[in-house]
């Protein structure tokens, strides 16, 4: 594994927020027909939770499972776990029209913490999207733009977002959550 | 700015997180097809000052191509329905109906 | 009460003898009569019933084309019919770049005609529209920019228009407030023609009109066209709010409404009307002197006379017909602007505003026949027609008056049936 | 003179003394101060000079409407011109200056176009400097420009932050005055989310100026309280220093905060831009004051009245010993009557009505010992760069004069207009006001949103009610309307605040003072100050024909300047239409726009700046290429090396460098951009025959196919290589600029056309890292990363295979795009690094070399192959370029087929893809045309081909070059001529586009 580095490698910076780049997150992009049982087993079990709804995000552990669109899912799991899943689901829905594909090389994820009103905030300045507690709540998950980027986001619980964007602008969402997030620009707008 | 709802993600969301398409139901012809349907086809437009029928992709979001019945002069938006359609639910075309009476498209109104 | 009241206002409807020249001397002649010489600089006359020719639309084009009926062809007995005030559509609202830089053969013939009719439009019109030809510049900040601009430079050598590719250190040394180093699009040169340039709008449609008017022409405004009339496939005339007007022939030039036009004459166009937006900064003395062109950042900047920087951007992505755009196209626009001036940053927006544009399936114009004898058609100049205006006139009128222009034959609505694209996208990003 | 009193200053904290410098003159004032209170208070009347006329200019008002008040202020890099003294707070060691004069603000030769106005009426320039021709440019335009601008332009790079904030409300309310605060009030009672912007540092507009008391309590106690009662709200939201900048479709709102404005040097954006998206807006602006059109109402110290009572009680000022006040209604006698209570003197009150009665103010002044003058008017001020006295006459007359006043200050009042901007941005429409003698919403027209319901409440002033009473009657109910249309249904309705203030007599409209001014005093009487647009202008305008009142503004420039009309535009066109003897609303007002007041251009572009101006995409290897001498070439938001520079290489000698280090031996190239969208399903074939012009559904698993892709309208769009990786999946790699476009063409096609085909497509482009292994040593080097068989029989040309390199697994491509033995690689991105490591360790024995895409260019080029963006250009189809064989004839139906039928696009005489080859070795310019004989219709030369690409060749030592030529490839050997810039030509011969080892010897190995 040491081969094996994720965009940021890491990187963290610390304003009025904490944002961190989370390292290598294994992630799985599977299309298929979402009604189908076949295909919500196989899900399952390899996101390891229920497949959630329309617009939500199931976490369990360090596991969980993305609703991307009415055909896609988004599995998350630990990088080094994400071939076996794959395998499951590929053996599980043989003979289905799917499609699985490992797409953990593709993104980098951010974790921005703190006091909840201020992670809100952060992505506030970045995302247009009510980012208030009463129309986001932990389990929802929301894809957008970030900037000028498209980007993914949820709250496992209070005080903390994840961020999704592809790769191969990692740092520039770095620099623009670190930006939004220096101490002194905080606008104190949710309470 | 306009604000869309996408039907199929369900979101709600500002201009800057779909992609407009232009005018929507166009019938596709191919090889074989007249020189005049070709050519309808690709640039005959409807450009009406009213009731617009028209395509969007939700690309900053669950990236899905939708429809959207607008106003181009109110900018109204009278609903929005799947693309996998050739025309406007009933619902839509009422509620149309209801602002613009006499509205027509192409074939149907 | 002094003299030269209100009162004595001259009568619209009274014909008129030729109109006074202006000059230096006719100015300061009225200064000391406080101006009450002066009359109106175009008629306001009441629709005939029949015209030999209607224009619809009294924009830069639609007058432009008057004029020329009258001058070249001696076609005087001509109506023009504005739905609101001449000279408010586009015409009114665009950031005034002049330009002939194209790449296409036809596209190079009718926008230098026109941008060497705006060299001596003033003396023509005898009505100064400040055309200031200081030159623009389209940066090159990728290396296709640079090999589609040096395309662009050997094409217009052998069409007779000059321009030329600068260097970055040129660039520079003609507009000191540039960063050329990037940080992110360092300026690798320009295409740079310098007899491009602006000139004022408003007075370009004024100047026309009130030289049509001088030639007897009926400049009609508040009269909206609402139907046409036809007779056997051919045009008799026009339904307006003013009432019934018959003409032998009809030229729509209406930009952003020309496909509800056509509508009423019964055909479509590959046409979509979209809100192209443009704003201007506070005053400030003068900063920069030629007019500057991103297209890889999507943004560009002229000053204009008054001092006040003319900035503009891109269109909306969807069919509109409000007059207003989305705002993220000017924020789109103000950072390529402060990146690519950083010391715009600390200047403020005055005002933003919209036109509707009329964006053809290729990009470039229309100037044709159509199907109903009689009704020709120049549309679609959508985010660029301001530069071609004198041009266009000259080449529409020949068409409307001899039914072939060689400066519009390749214009044709023919060519979207061909598929003969005129494409000028391939060399340049946006068209202004 | 205008001085500091020593009581009063309801704004002000006397405990804190700023320093601040006016003109390098050292001043002081106090926290709480706006510059123009603090300069007045230091008697600086004189503030700058106007536009055109460079007339002496004093502050005329006390807010956002102040029209001279325009100074320059910071240096060097937080340098800023035409800041608002009258919206800008005082600051510690605050630096100002003022504008446009020369050489200072007390001596201006400018002034010299004061003298010459009656030569520089309206429109002036459109008459004259037309002759001679050359003149313009080089004499007339100069002299011109020279005095335009106002403010000097800023020379630095802005090191300040601004961000944006993106906020979401039931309810916005914009202006904080007793209406907005009521109405923020009623919405919030109901539930609904609320948010109130102020663009003041202040809560309570003018009531605590223009006293009055609610529900019993002075008004001032009333805002103190709701202020309290809404801060203690969980659904409201309260921001100061926030202008509602504009109302765009769909209820779309910028605000904009000025969080450091004043406060330098704090931490934080200077500025921030909410974009606020409400479902209802209340605009509670309050309204503005009038000025009266008199002979020398713009001499300094001659101000609005509301202005003179502001400065007063907000900031302890009197503008002057002597004022005398001249107005057309009551609010004015307000002014007065504080005046006077101040212990300052008040001359007399003009007032141009005759009224049977008087009301309450007029009693209370007239009680105070104030002369009041009814039916009277100035005639005329007297004093240059300070009113020195007024001369009185008779409203109803031409202004014969009556008496003189000596006084220092006028204040004026010509009645209220309620600020419409933000009603109006978005559609709202207005009626006329006969009482108010103004504009104001039309309810029954609100802009419409995407419901196509209204979605815009006026509320208070800003609605044309101007009685306290009235005024919060009227907001609580906009308030409350404005919740319920968003969805809210209070439990009870609060009982509206009782507002308590004296009634007012009619007010009268007086468009002319006096009535009957002959042109002398109309060429006097200023409309719009910092432009300098008076009375006469636009009555010559309307005499010229310029009767639309949008002609009238562009003939004039009335209302475009920085105040954008604020002060001048209502009466402006009452000017016009009496001018031309029609009613006001036949005249209409000209077009609201936004921002309210300019907005600073960092603010729009937020964080947008330096690193994060753009996104900046970077592959896995991006750190290495940038510490390896990476001359980059950005390619859409990617930046790929050009070639890698060494210390004393020129560009052109690195580039041939790696094309021949790379065909003697090994090159390595990151392809990482390339995109790699992965196609799968039961149909997954059917659909790339559909989308690609040859057949993809024979190829075989395991193989490799070279494909094209053309639009609807038959242009080559893209090409690539379509790997099959099993029955059901395919692995296209499109351009690096294409990856995401045809990723959103093929899901447009799939979506909304074939939605039925049972096909999914995953964009992978980021997923792998892609690197090109390329030269006669390229299969030595994986051969000492990998035991799996790469040999040509196991992994011939066009196949690919799966494999184990230096430990990652690997999917090896045997593809070229250079001619040589050629391998692409691909492992996970987040190995990609290790791999390009790996690579140029195995390699560094054959003088491994890195290129870039230049490299690539030249080696493609060599070998004949196209590049989409050269060879193409969005007017090119594949016929055009000989790659025929590349396009299915057994095929029904592909998109771009029907298109490509057309007559143009089977025209024989289409330009055609050939090989130049310059006589004398040279390299053809760029973009050369060749020409034919003759010229056009049009006197333009005729030509005959182009060229699409050109390089000097470092094999072949050599230029070669790739063009489009009529019938090209039949003239075989024919000599063209292709003119270079500077007139001379250079023949050149046409010859097959396959330069370099034509028989492919080198790359099937
Ligand atoms: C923001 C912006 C910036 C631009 N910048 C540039 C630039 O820098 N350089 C450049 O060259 N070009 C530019 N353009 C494009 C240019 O403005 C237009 O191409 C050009 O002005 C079109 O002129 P026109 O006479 O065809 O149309 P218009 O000026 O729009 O005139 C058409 C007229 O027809 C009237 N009309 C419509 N319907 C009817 C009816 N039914 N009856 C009667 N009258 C009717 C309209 O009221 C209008 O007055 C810009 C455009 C915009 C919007
Ligand atoms: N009697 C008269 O003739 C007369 C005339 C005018 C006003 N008034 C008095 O004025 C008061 C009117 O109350 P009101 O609340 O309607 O108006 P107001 O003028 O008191 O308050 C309006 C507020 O809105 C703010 N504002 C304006 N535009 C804004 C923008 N774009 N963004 C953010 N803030 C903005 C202003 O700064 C101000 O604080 C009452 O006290 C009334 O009696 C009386
Ligand atoms: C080249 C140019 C320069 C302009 N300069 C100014 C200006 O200095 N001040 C101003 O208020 N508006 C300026 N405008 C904008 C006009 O006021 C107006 O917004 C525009 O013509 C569109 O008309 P509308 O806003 O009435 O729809 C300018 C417009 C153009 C085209
Ligand atoms: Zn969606």
Known sequence: MSNTVSALNGASASGYVQVHEMGLQGMITLRGDLSAKKLVDAAKTAGGTNVPGRGHIALSGAHGIAWMSPDELLILTPYDEVDARLEGITSKLAGTHHLAVNVSDARAMFAVSGDDALVRETLAKLCPVDMSAAAFAPGQFRRTRMAQVPAAIWLPETGEARVICFRSVAQYVFDLLKGASLAGSEVGYFR | MLILTCPVCGVTAEETEFHGGGEAHLKRFGPGSSEGDFHDYLFSKENPKGVHLERWRHNNGCGKWFHAARDTVTLEVYGTYPAQTSEPPQDIKDAISAKRPGWTWRDFS | MTEGDHDHLPNPLEPRARMKRYSAFAVAREAFRHHTGWTRAWASPEPKSHYDAIIIGAGGHGLATAYYLGKNFGITNVAILEKGWLGGGNTGRNTTIIRSNYLQDPSAAIYEKARSLYETMSQDLNYNVMFSPRGVLMLAQTQHEVRGYERTVHANALQGVATEFVSPAKVKQLVPIINIDGPRYPVLGALWQARGGTARHDAVAWGYARACSDMGMHVIQQCEVTGIRQQGGKVTGVSTTRGDIGCNKLGMVVAGHSGHLADMAGFRLPIESVALQALVSEPIKPCMDVVVMANTVHGYMSQSDKGEMVIGGGTDGYNNFTQRGAFHHIEETVRALVETFPMVARLKMLRQWGGIVDVTGDRSPILSKTPVDGIFINCGWGTGGFKAIPGSGWGFAELMAKGHSPLTDAFGLNRFYEGRFIDESVAAGVAH | ?1005
């Open chain 4, 1 to 1005: 003179m205008s001085t500091r009193l020593a009581t009063g200053g309801r704004l002000l904290d006397k405990s804190r003394q700023l320093k601040f410098a006016f003109n390098g003159k050292q001043l002081r004032g106090f926290a709480g101060d706006t510059i123009a209170s603090a300069l007045l208070a230091n008697d600086q009347m004189l503030i700058g000079r106007s536009f055109k006329y460079h007339r002496p200019r004093g502050v005329v008002a006390s807010g956002a409407e102040e029209p001279n008040g325009l100074v320059g202020m910071g240096t060097d890099d937080s340098f800023e011109p035409n800041q608002r003294v009258t919206t800008t707070e005082l600051y510690d060691g605050l630096t100002a200056s003022s504008q446009n004069h020369w050489p200072s603000l007390e001596f201006d030769v400018g002034v010299i176009n004061s003298k010459l106005s009656r030569f520089l009426p309206a429109g002036f320039y459109y008459k004259t400097f037309m002759y001679p021709r050359a003149f313009w440019k080089h004499v007339y335009e100069p002299i011109i420009r020279q005095s335009a601008g106002l403010g000097k332009a800023p020379k630095h790079r802005d090191p300040d932050t601004y961000e944006h904030f993106y906020a979401f409300t039931d309810v916005l309310v914009i202006g904080g005055g007793v209406a907005g605060l009521t109405a923020a009030r009623a919405a919030a009672l109901t539930g609904a989310r609320v948010m109130v912007i102020e663009q003041t540092a202040h809560w309570g507009g003018r009531a605590p100026v223009d006293g009055g008391s609610v529900d019993g309590q002075p008004v001032d106690t009333f805002i103190t309280e709701i202020v309290a009662q809404l801060d203690a709200m969980d659904n409201v939201t309260l921001r100061t220093r926030t202008m509602g900048a504009g109302v765009y479709d769909h209820g779309y709102v910028l605000g904009y905060e000025r969080v450091g404005d004043h406060q330098p040097g704090a931490a934080g954006p200077r500025h921030r831009l909410w974009r606020i998206r409400a479902t209802q807006i209340v605009t509670a602006t309050g309204a503005i004051e009038r000025p009266l059109s008199f002979a020398g109402n713009d001499v300094p110290g001659v101000m609005l009245a509301s202005a003179v009572r502001d400065y007063a009680v907000d900031y302890g000022v009197s503008v002057g010993d002597r004022t005398v006040v001249v107005t057309n209604n009551d609010d004015a006698y307000r002014t007065a009557i504080t005046l006077k209570k101040l212990g300052l003197d008040v001359p007399a009150i003009l007032d141009a009505r005759v009224t049977a009665q008087d009301s309450p103010l007029m009693t209370e002044a007239k009680g105070l010992g104030i002369t009041v003058m009814m039916g009277h008017a100035i005639s005329s001020v007297k004093g240059g760069k300070r009113v020195t006295g007024v001369a009185v006459c008779s409203q109803a007359g031409e202004g014969a004069v009556l008496k003189e006043i000596a006084c220092d200050a006028v204040a004026m009042s010509g009645g209220w207009s309620p600020v419409v901007h933000l009603w109006s941005h978005c559609g709202g429409k207005l009626i006329w006001d006969e009482a108010t003698a103004a504009f104001r919403p039309d309810a029954s027209k609100a802009p419409t949103g995407a419901t196509g319901e209204g979605f815009v409440l006026p509320a208070g002033a800003a609605n044309g009610v101007l009685h306290l009473g009235a005024v919060l009657a009227d907001s609580d109910v906009a308030g409350y309307a404005a919740a319920k249309a968003a969805g809210f249904t209070p439990k009870k309705p609060a009982k509206a605040p009782q507002g308590n203030a004296p009634d007012e007599a009619q007010m009268m409209p007086v468009w002319m003072m006096p009535q009957g001014a002959g042109y002398d005093k109309r060429s006097k009487a200023w409309l719009d100050y910092q432009n300098d647009v008076k009375v006469s202008d636009v009555q010559l305008a309307a005499r010229e024909g310029f009767e639309s009142v949008e002609h009238a503004k562009r003939y004039t420039t009335l209302g475009m300047a920085t105040d954008q009309g604020k002060l001048s535009n209502i009466n402006g066109l009452a000017i016009l239409s009496d001018t031309l003897n029609q009613p006001i609303p036949q005249t209409g007002t000209t077009t609201f726009r936004p921002p309210y007041t300019p907005i600073s251009m960092a603010s729009i572009a937020g964080e947008a700046r330096d690193e994060r101006f753009q996104p900046l995409r970077r592959t896995p290897m991006y750190d290495w290429h940038a510490e390896n001498g990476a001359y980059w070439e950005p390619v859409g938001h990617w930046r790929r090396p050009y070639c890698y520079q060494r210390a004393g290489e020129t560009i052109e000698a690195a580039v041939a460098r790696e094309v021949t280090a790379t065909r003697e031996s090994l090159g390595l190239l990151d392809a990482s951009t390339l995109g790699k969208l992965m196609v799968k399903g039961p149909d997954a074939g059917k659909f790339l025959d559909m989308l690609y012009t040859n057949m993809m559904s024979t190829l075989k698993p395991g193989r490799c196919r070279y494909g094209l892709m053309c639009n609807e309208n038959g242009f080559l769009i893209d090409d690539g290589v379509v790997a099959r990786i099993d029955d059901e999946t395919f692995l296209c790699h499109t351009t690096t600029g294409g990856a995401e476009s045809i990723h959103g063409h093929m899901e447009e096609w799939l979506q909304t056309e074939w939605w039925d085909w049972n096909v999914y497509v995953a964009n992978l482009t980021e997923e792998y890292a892609q690197i090109a292994v390329v030269g006669p040593r390229a299969r030595d080097t994986l051969a000492k990363l990998t035991g799996d068989d790469i040999s040509a029989d196991t992994l011939p040309f066009m196949a690919w295979a799966d494999i184990t390199l230096g430990g990652m697994q690997a999917r090896a491509y045997r593809i070229s795009f250079s001619g040589e033995l050629s391998y692409e690689i691909a492992v996970k991105a987040s190995e990609g690094r290790a791999l390009w490591d790996a690579l140029l360790a195995a390699g560094a024995e054959y003088n491994a070399t890195t290129y870039g895409t230049e490299a690539l260019h030249i080696m493609r080029a060599e070998k004949g192959f196209i590049m989409i963006g050269d060879e193409t250009d969005g007017t090119v189809i594949p016929q055009d370029l000989g790659l025929g064989w590349a396009i299915s004839k057994k095929k029904e139906d592909y998109l771009g087929k029907r298109a490509q039928a057309r007559s143009h696009m089977t025209d024989p005489k289409r330009w055609k893809l050939v090989g130049l080859e310059t006589l004398d070795g040279s390299v053809l310019p760029d973009g050369a045309y060749c020409t034919a004989d003759g010229t056009n219709d049009n006197g333009q030369r005729n030509v005959q081909g182009r060229v699409t690409s050109t390089y000097h060749s470092p094999t072949l030592g050599r230029g070669i070059a790739m063009g489009l030529v009529l019938n090209g490839p039949d003239r075989m050997g024919d000599v063209l001529e292709f003119p270079k810039v500077d007139g001379a030509a250079i023949k050149a011969k046409i010859v097959d586009p396959v330069f370099f080892d034509r028989e492919g010897e080198k790359q099937n190995v």
